[in-house]
């Protein structure tokens, strides 16, 4: 089996830290190792490095080849420009279908938190199995959900397939928070951690048959793989790709669709809140850098300057200091953080801050 790693986005519910030039996945935001290295280094427990892909774009190819430089360099997936996680999957999929046809692939996020790593790889083994015991399935993982979340999608379990995995019934993106405590008091759903396992070959069929647009392009890339002309074919036809997302593009149409429940802890690091939740307990406080806080309580407060940020009477806030820009925001609302990037993008004088 194949792991994907996935390393294209460029995480912007995390600025001011994340910026476009440096995305959170090449950033040390939870320990000594960077999000991406610390993705790599958990994989080794059960791929070697040939065994393991990378999927992003060509302004970080040339940051992660040094921060991972064991991988080799064929098994790169490299996107001109961001066309979403339908095209770069399928890519990613053609790339390693060349180099093995019978291949299976696992999705790993390189902003993903997962704490039992032995618990994590029997998943991927239950997920693989279910894979050779169906070979037309495509098979996703969830986990239990631990509150009614908002900015993640669902997954409606159906008929038992076997111990932790069943049929899909559906899929619900990003409810909003009455849904989400439904969905929670059913028991019934689990959040879509966005990791999916597949054959390749099906892969591609399943491209044909329900993205045809994009499996034309992708066939028009296959005569150059493993030539020298390989990243001028991806150059060429790649960016003629719609923007697809996998999810409402692909699998929400499937009907051979499974799922295994998760038997780990599992975080997307795709919030300041989420990153206050997994270092520490609700009513601590979170510091990192020169920082001074007086009758504070649930608070993050990250400042990467030497200039000193101090802070009284904050409850469940979010300060993060940088060099050119300064976010306060309260916790519960640090998924916003997305819509004011849309606000910088719309202004001319503030792009440069991205």
């Not at 399935?137 to 979340?149: A, D, E, Q, R």
């Not at 020169?290 to 979010?318: C, M, P, Q, R, W």
């Not at 050119?324 to 916790?331: G, Q």
Request: hydrophobic share 40%; net charge positive; proline share 5%.
């Amino acid at each position: 089996m194949f792991a994907l790693l996935m390393a294209g986005g460029q995480g912007t519910r995390l600025w001011p830290v994340s910026r476009k030039s440096k995305p959170k996945q090449l950033l040390k935001l939870i320990e000594d190792k960077t999000l991406l290295e610390a993705t790599y280094h958990r994989l080794l427990n059960g791929f070697s490095p040939q065994e393991i892909f990378i999927a992003t774009t060509s302004d970080y190819k040339k940051h992660i080849r040094k921060q991972l430089p064991e991988i080799p360099k064929d098994n790169y997936s490299i996107e001109p420009e961001l066309k979403d996680r339908g095209p770069a999957l399928g890519l990613a999929a053609l790339l390693m279908h060349a180099k093995d046809r019978q291949s299976i692939f696992v999705t790993s996020w390189s902003d993903h938190y997962i704490k039992n790593q032995n618990a994590y790889f029997k998943t991927l083994k239950t997920a693989e199995q279910v894979v050779n015991k169906h070979p037309g399935s495509f098979v996703t993982v969830g986990v239990k959900p631990t509150h009614p979340h908002t900015g993640l999608g669902y997954i409606k379990l159906g008929k038992k397939l076997g111990p932790k995995a069943y049929r899909v019934s559906s899929f619900k993106e990003k409810p909003d928070l009455k849904t989400a405590e439904r969905f929670l008091k059913s028991k019934q759903y689990l959040w879509n951690t966005g990791y999916f396992i597949c054959r390749t070959e099906r892969l591609l069929e399943l491209y044909a048959q329900h993205l045809p647009e994009i499996y034309s392009l992708l066939m028009k890339i296959k005569p150059y793989i493993g030539s020298i002309k390989q990243q001028w074919a991806i150059n060429t036809f790649y960016p003629r790709m719609p923007k697809v997302d996998i999810e409402k593009g692909l699998i929400e149409k499937l009907s051979d669709v499974a799922a295994v429940e998760a038997v780990f802890d599992w975080a997307d690091i795709g919030s300041w809140q989420i990153i206050k939740d997994v270092l520490s307990e609700k009513k601590d406080n979170l510091i990192k850098g020169l920082a001074l806080h007086h009758k504070a309580e649930g608070s993050l407060i990250y400042n990467f300057e030497k200039k000193l940020v101090a802070v009284t009477g904050l409850k469940d806030i979010i300060v993060v200091n940088t060099k050119d820009a300064l976010l306060i925001a309260p916790k519960n609302q640090s998924e916003a953080v997305k819509e004011l990037i849309e606000k910088i993008k719309a202004d001319p004088d503030l792009k440069k801050y991205l």
